[in-house]
């Protein structure tokens, strides 16, 4: 088993594109269409960890993105015709109970779809708590740009210009 399947569930790695050091979801605990819920552990190898204290509360959002973006890889894979990109737009009301994660603990990180705005603006509430808990330490909703992902027949926007001065 390789460093990074030790550490991160496999599936993810087929679901979103981040990769170590940026990945930070360790294990899908549930999926569909429009939820998601993954865990993320705590610890030394954890990126953004201070030794005394864990890790700043700030990187919720971004363990909050890739949870939502489990959502766009499930349905890219169920229907890879409507396959679509994410990106974060930016987030409103994050609001933390605490200024960090505990160091050795596991979070339970879920989003739920929100509403969408046409095809390409879409809203995910999320929320982080200890997976040991029922308390709620961490709660945002995102904004996500969704559009179409390139196919591979499709030229790129550098692949356009080159032809174009041939």
């Known amino acids: 088993m390789s460093d990074i399947t030790a550490r991160f569930e496999p599936k993810i790695l087929e679901l979103i594109p981040h990769r170590p050091p940026m990945l930070l979801i360790n294990k899908i605990l549930s999926l569909s269409d429009k939820t998601s819920s993954a865990e993320v552990i ?4 954890t990126p953004f960890f201070e030794t005394n204290s864990g890790v700043p509360a700030a990187i919720g959002i971004e363990f909050m993105g890739q949870t939502a973006a489990l959502i766009a890889g499930h349905q890219a894979l169920n229907n890879p015709a409507e396959a679509k990109l994410g990106f974060l737009l930016g987030t409103r009301k994050y609001q933390s109970t605490v200024a960090y994660f505990k160091k050795d603990s596991v979070l339970e990180v879920s989003c739920i779809e929100g509403a969408m705005v046409g095809e390409t603006l879409a809203s995910f509430n999320c929320e982080i708590r200890y997976k ?15 559009k179409p992902a390139e196919s591979p027949e499709k030229p790129t926007f550098a692949e356009k210009n080159t032809n174009d001065n041939i």
């Open 42 to 45: 705590i610890d030394q190898q």
């Open 132 to 146: 040991d808990s029922s308390e709620i330490i961490a709660t945002a909703s995102l904004s996500v740009l969704r």
